[in-house]
C-alpha cells in the first residue's frame, strides 16, 4: 500500500472499503426480508425460489446493521484523516487497523448466523454449543476490537494538522 504523508491515498482505501462493507449490509437487507418471509420470493413474481430460507431473522438483521454502521464509521474515520498530521508508517497503521476491524466484524456477523454460541466464545455458551463458524468469528472478532481500539488510542495521539494563521477579513 503507497501512502505518504498527505492522508488522501489512504482516505480514498478506507472510503472504498468503507462502502464495500455497506454493500455488504445492503445485500444482507434481502437476507433479513427473506428470513422474515421464511421463503426466497420476489413479489410480484409468483415463483418461490426456495420454500424456505436459511437463518434467523435477528441476525439477518445484524450483518444488515452491523455492516451498514461498520461502513459509516469507516467513511467517519476516513473523512476526519485530514485533521491529523501523520507519517507513512502511522497511516499505514491507521488504514490496517480501519480495514480489519470493518472487514473483521462483517466476519464475525456472517459468522454468527452458522453458530449457536453466537460467535461470542471459542467453546459451548449460554447460547449454545460451538462449532467452527463460531470459533472464526470469535478469533476475528477479537482481532477487530484489538484493532479498533488500537486505531482509536493512535488518533488520540496523533497531533492535529497545523492550519497556519487564520486569515479572517481583517487580515
Known amino acids: ?84 498530521s501523520f507519517t507513512a508508517k502511522k497511516g499505514k497503521l491507521i488504514a490496517y487497523s480501519v480495514l480489519t476491524a470493518i472487514w473483521g466484524n462483517t466476519v464475525f456477523y456472517i459468522c454468527n448466523l452458522f453458530s449457536a454460541n453466537r460467535s461470542l466464545s471459542l467453546g459451548d455458551n449460554a447460547l449454545g454449543e460451538a462449532n467452527i463458524f463460531g470459533a472464526i468469528g470469535f478469533i476475528v472478532a477479537m482481532i477487530a476490537a484489538i484493532a479498533l481500539i488500537t486505531l482509536v488510542i493512535v488518533l488520540i495521539r496523533t497531533p492535529l494538522r497545523s492550519r497556519g494563521p487564520s486569515k479572517g477579513p481583517d487580515s
Open 1 to 84: 500500500m503507497k501512502t505518504t504523508e498527505n492522508p488522501q491515498h489512504i482516505q480514498g482505501l478506507i472510503t472504498k472499503h468503507g462502502l464495500a462493507v455497506m454493500l455488504v449490509g445492503l445485500l444482507a437487507g434481502f437476507g433479513w426480508a427473506f428470513a422474515l418471509l421464511g421463503e426466497l420470493r420476489i413479489s410480484p413474481i409468483p415463483i418461490v425460489f426456495m420454500d424456505s430460507f436459511p437463518g434467523d431473522p435477528v441476525r439477518w438483521r445484524s450483518i444488515h446493521m452491523g455492516c451498514l454502521l461498520n461502513g459509516i464509521m469507516a467513511l467517519a474515520f476516513a473523512g476526519v484523516l485530514n485533521l491529523f
